[in-house]
């Protein structure tokens, strides 16, 4: 009997290790979501890009955006928007549809070459498995692939490149070099991966000397980065939560993966300083991430290929109870599997919702290509897109103009309760309008109806007039 229940369990890990079963699934929970928000534009990075490659397709280049924090300097990476733009030139592809669909397929193709990554180092196959499922259910890796951001263009050149490194052709090696050079026009931290990520490689097979070109191009990338398009590090303070997506961080990392990943550092001490490459190379990232959270979608990596060493430990221990072993580890594979679905759900939601369209489509209708328009940051970069209209604040904060002080001004005018010093932000400002949301009424700025703004505007019709209420959204116009 012990030997046909083993002998089913080798049969159901050998199909659950399959390339097909990992490339399936993966493909299955990329195209998810797209049932049930439809296949249209989802949050703000979608929003943004497709602003700003409409412009550039219009009117090349620009100085200076006019609508982003009451108007800026044109300082952002060009590397998403160019490369929608020449897709667009070359393939005839507007670029809603290429906003909408490339995701997936960049999503996809990076699995492809993470799994292909681990099978030339020799990853035994559940091993190689484990960190496949991780990564694909982890939820920077969802964030990145399941709607356009800064990170789906840039994360998949670096799993190409690194593969066309580690190559035996010689000729597809030299393609790594242009591959690399292409992220001279994405953020800062996505080349300093490239380079971590190579001279690890290139150390580990003790060939410093064919580092020598892949250096001089990042480094180069990392000058021509900082130095022309100034869009560099954005070295910023966060918070710890934002850190992890179970304490409500955007694409944070997963507890269980961490718990994981600790087992699996024990593993690597097995071999103690001989794994030194490996602990260099974790440690380097923890200070990149500590400087830039961005870099959080890299060091996922990093930790699911240590969460599926660390569960493979875990198994394989020495336990008194067979059942407390197979229970333990189907709680935290159960954790793993919990956290990408929990994102998954959050994103299962239209963002914007059609309400909310309708509510900006009225901005656009109603109100002058002049007028700034107050509300949360986080509806800032659809009152940019959707509305055509200059927003006071917006998630993308790197390089705005006294964005510190726009968000204290911000935050004043949110919970002030003095009509005298509330009109003289908004005027000071030339705010012209205060767009205000049910979520923003429902603990994403107040938690009850007769608090700060709330209570003032209402109490006030003289100096604000309502000219939009429907479904809980709610336009004030400042008199």
Not at 124 to 145: D, E, G
Request: charged content about 15%; aromatic content about 20%.
């Amino acid at each position: 009997m012990k030997n046909a229940l083993e002998g089913l369990r080798k049969a159901y890990i050998s199909l659950f290790a399959s390339p097909y079963a990992i490339f399936s699934v993966g493909l299955v929970i990329l195209i998810l979501p797209y049932f049930f928000r439809g296949f249209a534009l989802h949050g703000q990075e979608s929003y943004f890009f497709k602003r700003i490659s409409e412009f550039i397709l219009e009117n090349n280049i620009p100085d200076y955006d006019f609508l982003s924090f009451g108007g800026r300097a044109f300082f952002y990476s060009m590397g998403a928007p160019l490369s929608l733009v020449i897709a667009n030139l070359l393939f005839k592809i507007n670029i809603t549809n290429l906003l909408v669909f490339t995701p997936t397929i960049f999503g996809f193709l990076s699995l492809a070459f993470f799994y292909l990554i681990l099978r030339h180092f020799n990853v035994k196959k559940n091993t190689l498995s484990f960190a496949c499922y991780m990564l694909v259910l982890s939820p920077p890796f969802l964030y990145s692939f399941t709607h356009f951001t800064s990170f789906t263009i840039p994360l998949f050149l670096n799993l190409l490149g690194f593969y066309f490194i580690i190559n035996e052709k010689k000729k597809i090696n030299h393609i790594a070099v242009a591959v690399y050079f292409l992220l001279t026009f994405f953020d800062a931290v996505h080349i300093l991966f490239g380079l971590l990520l190579s001279l690890f490689y290139f150390y580990k097979t003790k060939n410093l000397k064919r580092f020598i070109p892949y250096s001089f191009v990042l480094l180069f990338a990392m000058y021509l980065n900082n130095h022309f398009m100034k869009y560099g590090l954005d070295i910023t303070n966060h918070r710890f939560y934002e850190y992890f997506f179970t304490f409500g961080g955007v694409y944070g990392l997963s507890i269980f993966l961490l718990f994981l990943s600790f087992f699996g550092l024990i593993w690597l001490w097995k071999r103690k300083y001989n794994n030194l490459i490996y602990y260099i190379f974790l440690i380097s990232s923890l200070v990149i991430l500590l400087l830039n959270i961005k870099y959080l979608v890299y060091f996922n990596m990093a930790l699911c290929i240590l969460g599926a060493y660390g569960l493979k430990y875990i198994y394989k221990f020495r336990w008194s109870s067979t059942i407390i072993r197979n229970l333990t580890v189907m709680l935290l594979i159960g954790g793993i599997l919990f956290s990408g679905v929990s994102f998954l759900i959050e994103n299962f939601k239209q963002d914007p919702s059609d309400e909310l369209n309708d509510t900006l489509d009225y901005l656009e209708k109603k109100t002058s290509p002049r007028d700034v328009i107050l509300t949360h940051e986080k509806y800032g970069m659809y009152i940019n897109s959707i509305s055509k209209r200059k927003n006071f604040v917006d998630f993308n904060k790197v390089y705005a103009p006294g964005s510190k002080l726009r968000f204290f001004y911000m935050e004043k005018v949110f919970h002030s309760r003095r009509l005298d010093e509330l009109l003289n932000l908004v005027r000071n400002n030339r705010v012209s309008y205060i767009l205000i949301t049910p979520e923003m009424k429902n603990g994403l700025v107040w938690n009850k109806d007769n608090e700060g703004l709330l209570y003032v505007i209402k109490k006030n019709p003289d100096y604000f007039n309502l000219v939009y209420d429907k479904d809980g959204y709610e336009i004030w116009r400042i008199l």
